[in-house]
């Protein structure tokens, strides 16, 4: 049995190693992708004999996780940064070759990433699906692969990092062409808060502006975020939940159709629901409702009251202002 070490970048050296042996063999590596090496070595008990390994190693990746930059698809929506959004197919292994977040940018992120044998990057998330008796019928409790969502977090599973996709609301000629982006997806299931229904100094307005902005955004991605001023003596928000106004106004939604978001597999398996009939889910605004209520979108695209704010079965749709 033979074991292989790899350093990513422009190249790689490889020691490959024998149980209860010393060294048996060092090679570097020329740049190439992520591929499946046959290795012609030496046995070192017998010079004269040439075994085939096979192994994995990674090239020309990045030390630190990169993300996405932003990129106009041309058809009103744009792509921008990163989340783990797909259930990893069962033809992908995963390896041990991390990017660990913590230490991108001297600031912390949410997530590891682990390298994919498909050359994507991958995250573990526990699974803590939304359940509720009796509504089997009206909810669509499978992944996109069509395996069941997990709950109660007593199983993990492996999601996909991809580029966030972005409907531009609007665009403001007046200021350079900053554009308002909205969510295209449902990025994942989480409560508003354990009580209280107004958004500054929340529980999710304190974690869009840490733990996912640092996340979802590597930080050669950042300048191009424009701050924006929220509410009154509430400071600048990089990231944000749209308010009630926004999503109730035919400037901005042209109908309930056009507010419609569907759960990624990674909301999925942190609790967001999602309709079988209209194929949405729920998303919070920013907005509350009465003394104790959030406005959310509804799962048919209406704009109207959440039962309250620490249902973690709406999902986050964020929004956040870009200078291209």
Known sequence: MYSAESIGGMSAAVTLVQPNYSILYNWNIPDAGLKKKMLIV????????????????????????????????????????????????????????????????????????????????????????????????????????????????????????????WKVLVTDAFQGG????????????????????????????????????????????????QPTIISLGGGEDMVFLLGHDVTANSDYFSNDAARIRAPTDFAKATGALHSSSTGGGMWWTRTSYEMYDVYCVNISGSSNACDGPSNSAVGLAPALWIMP
């Open 178 to 225: 900053k554009k308002l982006l909205h969510a295209q997806s449902i990025l994942e299931g989480r409560r508003f808060a354990a009580s209280g229904n107004a958004y500054s100094g929340s529980e999710i307005q304190t974690y869009l502006q840490g733990l996912f902005y640092r996340s979802a955004f590597a930080p050669a991605l950042r300048n191009n975020i």
């Open 42 to 165: 030496t046995n070192p008990n017998d010079p004269a004999t040439r075994v085939e390994v096979p192994f994995w190693v990674l090239l020309k990746k990045p030390q630190y996780f990169m993300g996405t930059p932003y990129k106009d698809n041309n058809d009103g929506t744009v792509l921008f940064g990163d989340w783990p959004q797909t259930i990893k197919a069962s033809s992908v292994n995963v390896s041990e070759i991390k990017v660990n977040q913590q230490v991108v940018g001297g600031e912390g992120g949410w997530f590891d990433y682990y390298l994919g044998s498909d050359g994507f990057w991958y995250v573990s998330q526990a699974e803590n699906g939304y359940y509720e008796e009796n509504v089997s019928s009206n909810y669509n409790k499978n992944y996109s692969d069509g395996t069941q969502v997990g709950t109660g977090n007593s199983s993990s599973k492996w999601f996909k990092v991809e580029p966030i996709k």
